[in-house]
């Protein structure tokens, strides 16, 4: 929490230098969820791979004892895969990030548009005491 804390507090004595440093902030945190982007993407694809060779084994052993590969058979073998299961671990754990990164984007959007009405405000207060 104290991540979103500091991303979305604002110090109102110093408007200006906090929409300065808005759009850095941004976009570091654009480039940080689109590295979780490109990490779910590649183990999303790894995960279907350990699963097409879980059921490629299972089919293998199943034709051996001459058991009939149902889908349910093959998909215990996939799911006592243990790389298929670490996969699915890793995955979870990397949709986790994006998720987290989406928000803080989200909070960090929210925060541009907070920012933009109080320096109008601060302007329209410097006309009213000018």
């Known amino acids: 929490m104290d991540l979103s804390d500091d991303l979305a507090a604002i110090n109102p004595r110093n408007i200006d230098g906090e929409l300065l440093k808005q759009a850095n902030q941004f976009a570091y945190y ?31 052993e199943c034709e051996a004892k001459g058991v009939r590969p149902t889908v349910v058979v093959l998909d215990s073998y996939v799911h006592s895969d243990e790389s298929c299961n670490e996969i699915t671990l890793n995955l979870a754990e990397a949709e986790s990030k994006q998720g987290l990164l989406k928000s803080l984007m989200q909070a960090l959007s929210h925060k541009k548009d907070m ?9 329209d207060e410097k006309k009213i005491y000018s």
């Not at 920012?115 to 302007?123: D, F, G, H, I, K």
């Open 30 to 60: 654009a480039g940080l969820s689109e590295y979780a982007k490109k990490d779910c993407s590649i183990l999303k694809i790894r995960l279907e791979s350990c699963q097409a060779s879980a059921r490629i084994r299972g089919q293998s």
């Open 115 to 123: 920012l933009v009405q109080l320096s109008a405000n601060q302007r």
